[in-house]
């Protein structure tokens, strides 16, 4: 991809180590569900009389939020029955310190605003947010990077489950404040972005006073092409997915460009939503979503989309215009999704049955359809939502948000929101920065992420390279814990960089493996329950759940004892004894790997090494 052909700005949302922003709660996701609280929310108007297109997108789907507050947790705060306290003073100096790492200019004065978010992740029906610096940078690879802006704000609560028209949240995480920082749009390849979002978490860390884990930092990608138009990934959490994420935006944008292009060469118009009812032509049909939608009593609708045969799908899957059209039909009526007649015949529908659905519609040349089946409201829902996407693809890309999938791909969520959502938080007073105050900060600032790579090469004595990848990555509190209280420093350094990621090619899901886990690991090798030899299947072993005295019996690395181990590597030399004869001690070599696959795990390396020499060097004497 050459220079400018992408254009990215990165929103990280970190949370902080503190108490809660508006009161004394912790700051700790539980188990314990806690009572029931229920909700609806609406859109309310700006100041200037405007409801933003967002919220009332949310408004339109008209759902019903159950939230559960456990004790401890939660107060009459996070349920919107009491006033927000004061902001949180340590809250407040993480944020001033780390605006100070990025020479960021500080306002005078911090005035919390509430945005409006009515998805329910919100008990109030808006979201506490703070700007507190704008106009700083950083450099990346040589590169300057600006940085738009720093804000403080609450995190939203946690979404459990959804069920129809009833979504339940969990009150554990609303509130915990989320330093939210925002660079221009300054990235242009996916790998940049990467380097940039690594480089920020660094700083971030460096502060000690941010919660570590998954989850507990989330990147929104603000992703555009030439010719095609801001579109926001919101919400990924993990840095290694990122190149994905944007690659794959800018695949899309691509693939809805040429959509646009071939739309209008064949002087395709915007289209009516004209619901044709076909489901007489379908009552024996042999799709199982159909068959079902039919059993309870629902309706199979049509839709003409005169034109667009070929760009909803293409055989060689660059043009997917009928997945987007699919997205919105779910996200609208709450349908499992639709059928367009570039994938049909298939999914059980038969050839006679889409000649018979043509007819029905009217069909010619190079019309195409979508159906939806069930309930007759939702599936003419569906349909107009799906209509309405097809017609914006004779404009090109729209505007949007867009949650990430666990593959790298992304699927719709709402349009982005506008300007309107923004209004002032009249129940928190405002917070007054000093220059004096901002001096303190900046005397006292942290060890820089390049002062913290120097320390441990020297320290530790690891390599550079190590040492950044180690930083970089966001592993040095743990790397440095585990060199200090077990002196495994080379070790540590092995495992993060390259044991990590070599399990995970083998489908290990690493995610579990997060600093309490991996600590324990280390505090059993540090201990002699098994060789550093087998570490490797040992945290493979966790990663599916088991704990490290779990995963060590499995797979029988119970540490052998002096004696055990130089009897099982006796044997070894007994069963070769002839080739013993004949090489000397040059059999140690060989026969290495026999005795490895006798001990690994039971041994180190070093040690059953020296204990081959000491019994080849018995048979080499007795040959005397």
Not at 566 to 579: C, D, P
């Given at each position: 991809?050459?220079a400018?052909?992408?254009t990215?700005?990165?929103?990280?949302?970190?949370?902080?180590?503190?108490?809660?922003?508006?009161c004394?709660?912790?700051?700790?996701?539980?188990?314990?569900?806690?009572?029931?609280?229920?909700?609806?929310?609406?859109?309310?108007?700006?100041?200037?009389?405007?409801?933003?297109?967002?919220?009332?997108?949310?408004?339109?789907?008209?759902?019903?939020?159950?939230?559960?507050a456990?004790?401890?947790?939660t107060c009459?705060?996070?349920?919107?029955?009491?006033?927000?306290?004061?902001?949180?003073?340590?809250?407040?100096?993480?944020?001033?310190?780390?605006s100070?790492?990025?020479?960021?200019?500080?306002?005078?004065?911090?005035?919390?605003?509430?945005?409006?978010?009515?998805?329910?992740?919100?008990?109030?029906?808006?979201?506490?947010?703070?700007?507190v610096?704008?106009d700083?940078?950083?450099?990346?690879?040589?590169?300057?990077?600006?940085?738009?802006?720093?804000?403080?704000?609450?995190?939203?609560?946690?979404?459990?489950e959804?069920?129809?028209?009833e979504?339940?949240?969990?009150?554990?995480?609303?509130?915990?404040?989320?330093?939210?920082?925002?660079?221009?749009?300054?990235?242009?390849?996916?790998?940049?972005?990467?380097?940039?979002?690594?480089r920020l978490?660094?700083?971030?860390?460096?502060?000690?006073?941010?919660?570590?884990?998954?989850g507990?930092?989330?990147?929104?990608?603000?992703i555009?092409?030439?010719g095609?138009?801001?579109?926001?990934?919101?919400?990924?959490?993990?840095?290694?997915?990122?190149?994905?994420?944007?690659?794959?935006?800018?695949?899309?944008?691509?693939?809805?460009?040429?959509?646009?292009?071939?739309?209008?060469?064949?002087?395709?118009?915007?289209?009516?939503?004209?619901?044709?009812?076909?489901?007489?032509?379908?009552?024996?049909?042999?799709?199982?979503?159909?068959?079902?939608?039919?059993s309870?009593?629902?309706?199979?609708?049509?839709?003409?989309?005169?034109?667009?045969?070929?760009v909803?799908?293409?055989?060689?899957?660059?043009?997917?215009l009928?997945a987007?059209?699919a997205?919105?039909?779910?996200?609208?009526?709450?349908?499992?999704?639709?059928?367009?007649?570039?994938?049909?015949?298939?999914?059980?529908?038969?050839?006679?049955?889409?000649?018979?659905?043509?007819?029905?519609?009217?069909?010619?040349g190079?019309?195409?359809?979508?159906?939806?089946?069930?309930?007759?409201?939702?599936?003419?829902?569906?349909?107009?939502?799906?209509?309405?996407?097809?017609?914006?693809?004779?404009?090109?890309?729209?505007?949007?948000?867009?949650?990430?999938?666990?593959?790298?791909?992304t699927?719709?969520?709402?349009?982005?929101?506008?300007a309107?959502?923004?209004?002032?938080?009249?129940?928190?007073?405002?917070?007054?920065?000093?220059e004096?105050?901002?001096?303190?900060?900046?005397?006292?600032?942290?060890?820089?992420?390049?002062?913290?790579?120097?320390?441990?090469?020297?320290?530790?004595?690891i390599?550079?390279?190590?040492?950044?990848?180690?930083?970089?990555?966001g592993?040095?509190?743990?790397?440095e814990?585990?060199?200090?209280?077990?002196?495994?420093?080379?070790?540590?350094?092995?495992?993060?960089?390259?044991?990590l990621?070599e399990?995970q090619?083998?489908?290990a899901?690493?995610?579990?493996?997060?600093?309490?886990?991996?600590?324990?690991?280390f505090?059993?090798?540090?201990?002699g329950?098994f060789?550093?030899?087998?570490?490797?299947l040992v945290?493979?072993?966790m990663?599916?759940g088991r704990?490290?005295?779990?995963?060590?019996?499995?797979?029988?690395?119970?540490?052998l004892?002096?004696?055990?181990a130089?009897?099982?590597?006796?044997?070894?030399?007994?069963?070769?004894?002839?080739?013993v004869?004949?090489?000397?001690?040059?059999?140690?070599?060989?026969?290495?790997?026999?005795?490895?696959?006798?001990?690994?795990g039971?041994v180190?390396?070093?040690?059953?090494?020296?204990?081959?020499?000491?019994?080849?060097?018995?048979?080499v004497?007795?040959?005397?």
């Open positions: 991809m050459t400018h052909q992408l990215c700005g990165i929103e990280i949302h970190q949370q902080l180590d503190t108490k809660k922003l508006f004394s709660c912790a700051t700790e996701l539980v188990e314990d569900p806690g009572v029931e609280l229920h909700r609806r929310l609406r859109p309310t108007q700006s100041e200037l009389g405007e409801v933003d297109r967002a919220a009332l997108a949310q408004a339109e789907r008209r759902m019903r939020f159950r939230y559960l456990p004790r401890r947790v009459l705060v996070e349920a919107d029955e009491e006033p927000p306290h004061d902001a949180d003073a340590q809250a407040i100096e993480v944020t001033l310190t780390f100070a790492l990025l020479h960021a200019k500080v306002v005078d004065e911090v005035h919390f605003m509430r945005k409006i978010v009515i998805d329910g992740s919100n008990t109030t029906g808006f979201q506490r947010t703070a700007l610096a704008v700083g940078a950083l450099e990346v690879d040589g590169r300057r990077i600006t940085i738009q802006s720093i804000c403080l704000e609450e995190d939203a609560a946690r979404k459990m959804a069920k129809g028209q979504v339940t949240y969990k009150l554990d995480r609303l509130g915990i404040p989320l330093i939210e920082v925002a660079t221009g749009p300054d990235m242009h390849t996916p790998e940049e972005v990467k380097e940039v979002a690594a978490g660094s700083l971030l860390r460096a502060t000690k006073k941010v919660k570590r884990g998954l507990t930092v989330r990147e929104d990608l603000n555009s092409i030439p095609g138009a801001r579109v926001e990934v919101k919400g990924v959490q993990e840095l290694r997915m990122l190149p994905e994420y944007v690659q794959r935006e800018v695949d899309r944008q691509r693939s809805l460009l040429l959509v646009q292009e071939r739309l209008r060469s064949k002087m395709v118009s915007p289209v009516r939503t004209d619901a044709v009812d076909l489901t007489a032509i379908m009552k024996d049909c042999r799709s199982k979503v159909i068959a079902s939608a039919l309870k009593g629902g309706k199979v609708l049509g839709a003409p989309l005169p034109g667009f045969e070929g909803m799908k293409s055989p060689d899957g660059h043009l997917r009928g987007e059209m997205q919105r039909a779910r996200m609208r009526a709450g349908v499992m999704g639709i059928f367009h007649s570039d994938e049909l015949p298939g999914y059980g529908i038969s050839p006679e049955e889409v000649a018979a659905m043509r007819g029905a519609m009217s069909i010619e190079e019309g195409a359809f979508a159906i939806c089946a069930d309930e007759a409201g939702k599936a003419e829902a569906a349909l107009r939502a799906a209509v309405e996407r097809a017609n914006m693809a004779l404009e090109g890309v729209p505007e949007e948000t867009r949650d990430p999938l666990p593959d790298g791909s699927a719709y969520s709402r349009p982005l929101p506008g309107s959502r923004m209004y002032p938080e009249t129940d928190v007073k405002p917070i007054t920065i000093t004096r105050r901002m001096e303190e900060v900046r005397s006292r600032l942290p060890e820089l992420p390049e002062e913290k790579v120097d320390r441990f090469v020297t320290k530790y004595g390599h550079e390279q190590q040492a950044r990848q180690i930083v970089r990555d592993y040095e509190d743990l790397f814990e585990v060199a200090i209280k077990y002196d495994l420093a080379a070790v540590a350094a092995r495992t993060l960089l390259s044991t990621p399990i090619k083998e489908g899901d690493v995610a579990k493996l997060d600093d309490a886990p991996l600590l324990k690991a505090a059993a090798l540090h201990d329950r060789a550093k030899e087998a570490l490797p945290l493979k072993r990663s599916e704990t490290v005295d779990e995963a060590v019996s499995d797979l029988g690395l119970q540490r004892d002096g004696e055990e130089e009897a099982i590597v006796a044997e070894v030399v007994r069963e070769r004894q002839a080739f004869k004949e090489k000397g001690m040059g059999a140690v070599g060989p026969l290495m790997g026999p005795v490895m696959e006798r001990l690994r039971k180190d390396g070093k040690m059953a090494s020296e204990l081959l020499k000491k019994e080849i060097a018995k048979v004497q007795g040959s005397r």
